[in-house]
């Protein structure tokens, strides 16, 4: 508001016209110096004053020293001057007031209106309109209220349209927009500020559609914007990335001719087209300017880099430099970012030393906090550490930008360390800080530091109302394997979205729990949320992890008329990666086929695919395939095709990967590549040439180890496999559960009953292995074949695990090598308590009853089967008719068939029509016809 002191000089009494054109001499020029920021020139003239005795004598130069003070925001030196003035009437508390409320300074003018009104001042219309501003700026709503009531008991203040335009301010800065609304709108008389306060309350309190809607209907009335205005509705047109309507008011601008006369307003436009994506546009308003200063160059800058075009922000940057303009704080800011994005760590470097050098650094912490993030994000954490260090005050942004460097860069416990430090320095965390720790939580499995984390978020009242961070909290218990909390925090969301989802089907996908992934994603969609690209390819990893063949064709069809394949290779390759795991090779061939790009990826899952299915020369081919698209093969496909080799015994190809792989440099690189060959050689009989590979490893893992164990093994090299074991153990390799199911295997075989028990003893008591399913199995298995019952029965009983269909089969099958019938009886119950449905262990119990000559056994044995697996499948006495109409049943039927055709007696049960046993002889042509028929 400016104070317009030639309407108030009306109400003082000066005496003759010599004194009056003092007055304006004095006034007029502390006026300009105002203007012309000429500081030294207004405090000369206010000496002068001083001097001739004017200052004390006329109130109205004294009050003008004030005004010319308060407008230089000098407001120190505008209260010194105003306590020099020994006689104040309202005009010179107006100015105090009125400077007050310019520099936003709402407290002391408050603070001086109370003064003023105990010296018994009477308050003017200047004096309401800039204290009720006051309100506003402070959000001082209730004193501004009280004010409110006072203008409505003066008539003369009710009709004053600055009143009433500072009142239409207050109450839109204070949020009360219908209020500010309808006061507008009870006015006779409406003019281009109050509507401007309006649109400015709007567009403040962030609702900018309404803001524009104010400024039409300003424009129906025939009111023409100003300055102020224009600034507002583009701001708002930017926000609302309107560009359509950013281009009307660029209209009515040039009509107006206000680019030319208001460098500010062409400065808004190059911000509002930039905001909205039009750079074009925003260059054209640039280049067109009569004059560019820095803020309309950083408005250009700024919009280059949020549009992601970091090279041109830079050389617009340069272009700045060279035209002599030096840099502010928003330029610095923006143009650091730029650096970070394009890696140009060297220019981000000359920049700080810069900022540094013209003391920028220190004193603006936004800017050092810039500089933070810049050597975070390219990747000079150290560096980024040191500029913190030394800084005199941190904030939470300073440490927020340091931590997801940390993160991003994969230094996760360094970024907890850093939260720590924070949190000692009593720097409250907000939702950014938060959503960081938790993912390098996520990262480090520390579900106990992330649960304290959630609790303090519960504390602070932030889950609910940011998502960001939410699904932050939903992804660190999904990557802990902490699915039910994961579940829970979702489920208590007020908006869930793709990303909180996408966390969360992720998580079950990397726990295995394919079918809560699947359920997971019929609630997205069911909740009317649109699929990623992220969800497509977790959906089918969990699709071709389950074999879920049916529901990833599926989800292949959704996508399939989008062109997604064309556009993201990842979901291509996901989905290629299902058909193989589902076994649908054709299927997966035609999708691989049909991609306009293949990658390694691409590549390197249907050769894996074909090699897993045992289709290795297809493998093998596609591997001939890859030589003609110029595509390089890694470590992962050179593997998988060398595995491929050693199932068809492929030795000259393999020669050559191998070639490559010495050319490469890959066998000191990737161990994986070593372990393949190594398994490649001993599946081809070439064992001489895997040791000579196994020797020149420089660096030997566990797994490289059990390869060779394991080749050995297949070759029947068994005091081999003993010396490389006490050979690993040496070298201080930790064998692992592979290592010890390869030994006891071969202890089972060879009957090492000694050297089995102390192979298990010695995985729990050396090597803290806790002996899984498969080594009870082993030792089972070993006991069995020896004939020491009494010793595989104790270890049953002991077993801490759960026992399993391969232990019962294990023990029926030795029982009927030895004739032992009671603890194949005992073994048959607890087969059929485990799964009613064990085709393997009724036949196998039937054999046993059968070689004994229990004929009746057998007979009840059979009843019990019918009883229990309650088929409802009729059959005939026919051996043409279907056994069963499904093809899984036909396997378990074909099964016991030829399991009990081995029997001297050659028994058959069938069901006949009314669900009655029967016996029926079968001979070995049936069961051709059977195997035909199935197969």
Not at 889 to 900: A, G, M, P, Q, W
Request: hydrophobic content about 40%; some cysteine; charged content about 20%.
């Amino acid at each position: 508001m400016d104070y317009d002191f030639d309407k108030e000089e009306e109400t003082c009494n000066h005496n003759g016209k010599e004194s009056r054109n003092e007055d304006c001499t004095y006034t007029s020029l502390l006026k300009a110096c105002s203007h012309s920021r000429n500081f030294q020139r207004g405090i000369e003239i206010h000496a002068e004053t001083v001097r001739r005795g004017l200052f004390q004598r006329n109130v109205f130069i004294s009050s003008s020293v004030v005004n010319f003070y308060a407008k230089c925001s000098l407001i120190a030196k505008a209260r010194e001057a105003f306590s020099n003035i020994l006689v104040r009437n309202v005009v010179s508390w107006n100015a105090l007031i009125v400077g007050y409320a310019q520099q936003n300074q709402g407290d002391g003018a408050l603070t001086s209106f109370d003064r003023m009104q105990c010296e018994g001042i009477i308050p003017n219309s200047v004096t309401f309109a800039s204290i009720i501003k006051a309100c506003g700026s402070i959000g001082a709503i209730h004193k501004g209220q009280n004010l409110h009531a006072q203008v409505h008991k003066d008539r003369v203040l009710l009709e004053d349209s600055m009143v009433n335009n500072s009142l239409i301010d207050m109450y839109a800065k204070c949020g009360l927009l219908t209020k500010s609304h309808d006061l507008l709108d009870s006015l006779p008389v409406q003019s281009v500020v109050g509507w401007t306060a309006l649109i400015a309350g709007y567009a403040q309190h962030g609702h900018r559609q309404k803001a524009l809607d104010c400024y039409v209907h300003m424009r129906l009335k025939g009111l023409n914007p100003n300055a102020v205005t224009l600034l507002c509705v583009l701001k708002a047109c930017g926000d609302l990335c309107f560009a359509h309507r950013c281009q009307q008011i660029h209209a009515e601008i040039l009509k107006a001719g206000l680019l030319e006369k208001e460098i500010v307003i062409g400065t808004a436009l190059v911000d509002t087209y930039a905001n909205c994506g039009q750079l074009k546009r925003a260059e054209e308003v640039f280049d067109e300017l009569p004059a560019r200063n820095v803020v309309s160059w950083t408005a250009l800058i700024a919009g280059y880099a949020q549009q992601g075009h970091d090279a041109k922000a830079f050389k617009c940057y340069e272009q700045m430099l060279l035209s002599g303009l030096p840099p502010n704080l928003v330029t610095v800011v923006c143009v650091l970012k730029a650096c970070s994005n394009l890696g140009m760590v060297n220019k981000g470097q000359e920049i700080h030393d810069q900022v540094r050098e013209n003391g920028l650094f220190c004193k603006e912490i936004v800017v050092a906090n810039a500089v933070i993030e810049m050597y975070a994000k390219c990747n000079m954490l150290q560096k980024a550490q040191e500029v913190l260090d030394g800084l005199p005050i941190r904030n939470e942004v300073s440490w927020n930008v340091l931590m997801c460097g940390y993160v991003q860069h994969g230094d996760d416990e360094q970024a907890m360390m850093c939260y720590d430090r924070m949190q000692k320095e009593s720097i409250s965390p907000d939702a950014i800080t938060y959503s960081c720790i938790l993912k390098a939580c996520a990262n480090l499995k520390a579900v106990d530091i992330g649960c304290q984390i959630h609790e303090q978020i519960q504390k602070d009242g932030l889950l609910g109302s940011n998502i960001i961070l939410a699904n932050a909290l939903v992804d660190m218990y999904a990557k802990c394997g902490m699915l039910t909390k994961a579940q829970k925090v979702h489920d208590y969301l007020p908006i869930r979205s793709v990303v909180s989802f996408n966390a969360l089907i992720l998580g079950y996908v990397q726990c295995g729990l394919g079918e809560k992934a699947l359920d997971c994603f019929d609630k997205m969609q069911s909740e009317g949320h649109s699929p990623d690209g992220i969800t497509i390819t977790c959906v089918l990893k969990a699709c071709g992890n389950i074999g879920a063949l049916q529901k990833g064709e599926e989800v292949h069809a959704m996508f399939a008329k989008d062109r997604v394949l064309e556009e993201d290779i990842a979901i291509a390759n996901a989905l290629v990666d299902m058909y193989v795991k589902c076994g649908a090779l054709v299927k997966a061939q035609e999708v691989f086929d049909e991609l306009p790009v293949r990658s390694v990826i691409s590549y390197t899952t249907v050769i894996a695919g074909y090699a897993q299915h045992g289709h290795c020369k297809e493998a093998l081919s596609c591997f001939e395939r890859l030589e003609h698209e110029d595509i390089f093969p890694d470590a992962f496909m050179l593997a998988c095709t060398l595995k491929a080799c050693g199932y068809i015994g492929a030795a000259n190809l393999g020669q050559d990967i191998y070639s490559r792989i010495v050319k490469d440099g890959l066998l000191k690189e990737d161990i994986t590549v070593g372990t393949a060959l190594i398994d490649f050689y001993m599946k081809c009989g070439l064992f001489e040439k895997a040791q000579i590979v196994f020797d020149g490893l420089q660096v030997r893992n566990a797994s490289i180890w059990n390869a060779m164990i394991g080749g050995y093994a297949q070759l029947g090299k068994y005091e081999c496999v003993f010396r490389l074991f006490d050979e690993m153990t040496k070298e201080g390799e930790k064998p692992d559960v592979i290592t010890f199911t390869t030994l006891l295997n071969i202890c089972c075989h060879k009957g090492l009953v000694e050297e089995g028990q102390a192979y298990f003893k010695l995985m729990s008591r050396e090597h803290g292995i806790a002996p899984m399913a498969e080594h009870h199995n082993c030792m089972v298995d070993l006991y069995c074949r020896a004939g020491y019952f009494d010793k595989a029965v104790m270890l049953i009983n002991k077993m801490p695990l759960p026992t399993n269909h391969v232990v019962w089969h294990t023990l029926l099958s030795t029982c009927r090598s030895w004739g032992n019938i009671g603890l194949a009886r005992w073994a048959f119950e607890h087969a059929i308590k485990l799964n009613r449905h064990d085709a393997t262990a009724y036949a196998c119990m039937s054999a046993i009853y059968a070689e004994a000559g229990m004929e009746d056994s057998v007979k009840e044995v059979e009843c019990l089967r019918i009883q229990k697996l309650t088929f409802k499948h009729s059959i005939t006495e026919g051996v043409h008719t279907l056994l069963y109409n499904t093809l899984p049943c036909c396997f378990s039927f074909l099964f016991e068939l030829l399991f009990v055709c081995t029997l001297p007696l050659k028994y058959l049960f069938l069901l006949n029509k009314k669900g009655r046993c029967f016996i029926c002889r079968c001979n070995f042509p049936i069961v051709s016809m059977l195997v035909a028929f199935v197969f």
